[in-house]
């Protein structure tokens, strides 16, 4: 385990106590973990602005009966296969689906696919949420 070293945070009594409330809402036990937390994702967010290796998910959703609808995607997703590392697929009710699309690759490509598969004309939502590939955290 990675050396521990203490240090202390000067902040407004009225900021700490919002922090309290919120870290008490989140579960977190103290608060050291909820400031490692905080870190790591801006730290996240860094690799992402430098267009690191990343892992992420895209998830979709979208009305499988649209004409071609699943055609598009598929080539889409073909198209970045290299991105791709898994990808899921649900069935919501009679007319809606959920596809979930694991990816693991460069920031700006990941962001790229996932563009180009939200704005095919009859997917209702979509987001992509990026992650580390906990090397340089």
Known sequence: MPKVVR????LEKN???KFDRLIRE??????????RDLIREDLVKA???????????ITLIYD???????????????DFGELIISSQHIHL???????????K???????KLADSLKSVKGVKHGTLSLSTTGKDI
């Open 7 to 10: 240090f202390g945070i000067s």
């Open 15 to 17: 900021l700490l106590g």
């Open 26 to 35: 989140k579960n977190y036990t103290n608060r050291s973990e909820a400031f």
């Open 47 to 57: 690799e992402w602005k430098k267009n690191k290796e990343i892992v992420g998910a």
């Open 64 to 78: 499988h009966h649209k004409r071609e609808l699943v055609n598009k995607l598929m080539d889409i997703q073909h």
């Open 93 to 103: 009710d009679h007319n809606n689906c959920l596809e979930i699309i694991a990816v």
């Open 105 to 111: 690759g460069f920031s700006k490509e990941a962001q």
